[in-house]
């Protein structure tokens, strides 16, 4: 099959909470693209392990889903301060350490444009329901 089919990891956490567990089992099945959903800051605090940053490497298509969430279910908000820098700087060194080809955002947690101006990432924006 010469299609690119793939998935999102948060498409089985309920089968596993763990990215690296959600990474695996996907790299199980026969696809060859991958959204790493990194659903709350707290996961890419934790960052992935070695052998789930290897999976990705192999995957023809990796993208990386930034956090929508600070913890539990209060918003994280991107705009022009120390946390979100430091929040693009995680999302970063883990797109640069897999290959990714786009990062993907929720629009209506953007507050500033500018915070894409000196990254080395694609930046991608989710389409959502009107807000």
Partial sequence: MNNLIGMSTGGIYS???????????ISGLNVRA???LFSRKTYLTQGLDIKSISRLKKMKYVSIHAPFYEYDKKEIL?????????????LE???L????KAIVFHPNLIKSLDLFDNIKMNVCF???PKK
């Fill in 15 to 25: 089968w596993d909470p763990k990215i690296d567990k959600q990474i695996e089992i």
């Fill in 34 to 36: 991958i959204e790493v």
């Fill in 78 to 90: 991107y705009d022009s301060n120390q946390k979100t820098k430091e929040v693009i700087k995680r």
């Fill in 93 to 95: 060194k883990i797109y």
């Fill in 97 to 100: 350490e897999v290959n990714a």
């Fill in 126 to 128: 989710e389409n959502m």
